[in-house]
């Protein structure tokens, strides 16, 4: 984040002093910050700027110690730890030294703070003035409620290519999975009735859109075609109608993010005329 950019989520309540460390050197420099972000001023959901200072030779440690700091001080606001957070890189990180040692540093010292476990995901951009590719009028779009997108959300997470949906299902049970995706886009800025479900010419469910959007942009949200219809082409389907219908409303631009792993979606955004803008390592508990 830039600092105008933080200084637009310190005046919006995201992110707050008592939910923010910095690091001091010996001579009262500042060699590290870390900064958790909530969705409002209540209570932080994610761990948003942590870096040190590039090139300090102890990076890892001060890593380290910004989280074992901030992590006794959130939660003193009753606030369970660790939050997850997200490396921003580009996409060539790993021919970058100074980037690279950045990123097995934070994921060395993530480890020891509970954030086991990272995934790296490609981020997309949709820009005003691109080619929209239209769905085909082999489907149509329509509302449906809660328990219907519960349902075919549980559906769709087998066999699915999402990293963080297999690793949850060692855990739990699609259903309760469902459940928890449908909360998480319900809280989410986008409005609930963008929510569609596609049905072919024959009535029958090919797969769900979920346009959705952050504080700052709209985002392609959630989509998936079910597993016995995979393989047709309806992924580009679904992408179009979601980029058509934010762009219909004036959107600048639309972000969306897939794993790196996922290349038949990768692709997808590609033929939507989306363009690969960084990478993002997710550490998780």
């Known amino acids: 984040m830039t600092p105008d950019q933080i200084q637009t ?24 910050r870390a900064l958790w972000w909530g969705r409002d ?22 890593l380290s110690a910004l989280l074992e700091q901030g992590h006794a001080a959130v939660e003193v606001h009753g606030t369970p ?7 921003r890189v580009p996409i060539t990180w790993r021919d970058n030294t ?11 010292a993530a ?7 990272h995934n790296e995901r490609r981020q997309f951009q949709w820009d005003q ?31 699915s290519l999402d990293v963080m949906t297999r690793r949850q299902l060692t855990s739990t049970n699609a259903l309760s999975l469902a459940r928890e995706e449908v909360d998480y886009y319900r809280s989410c800025p986008g409005d609930r009735d963008w929510w569609r479900v596609a049905y072919d010419q024959q009535n029958t469910i090919i797969g769900i859109a979920i346009p959705s959007a952050t504080p700052t942009n709209r985002n392609v949200g959630y989509l998936a075609v079910l597993p016995e219809h995979r393989g047709h082409g309806y ?22 993010t897939t794993d790196a792993v996922n290349t038949p979606m990768a692709a997808a955004f590609e033929r939507a005329g989306y363009r690969c803008t960084e990478a993002r390592i997710d550490l998780e508990p």
């Open 9 to 32: 989520e310190i005046a919006s309540g995201r992110l707050q002093p008592r939910w923010s460390q910095v690091a001091l050197d010996d001579d009262g420099s500042i060699v590290g």
């Open 129 to 159: 003035g691109s080619p929209i590719q239209e769905p085909s009028p082999q489907l149509r779009f329509e509302q449906a409620d809660d328990d219907t997108f519960i349902n075919l959300i549980a559906l769709v997470a087998h066999g």
């Open 98 to 108: 100074a980037v690279a040692n950045d990123v097995h540093a934070k994921i060395a």
């Open 81 to 87: 730890t660790p939050l997850p957070h997200t490396m």
């Open 41 to 62: 001023e209540h209570k932080p959901i994610a761990l948003d700027v942590w870096d040190a200072v590039p090139g300090h030779d102890m990076s890892e440690a001060i």
């Open 235 to 256: 992924v580009d389907d679904l992408l179009g109608f979601i980029t058509a219908f934010h762009a219909s409303a004036g959107a600048p631009r639309i972000t969306a």
């Open 111 to 117: 480890a020891t703070a509970g954030l086991s476990q």
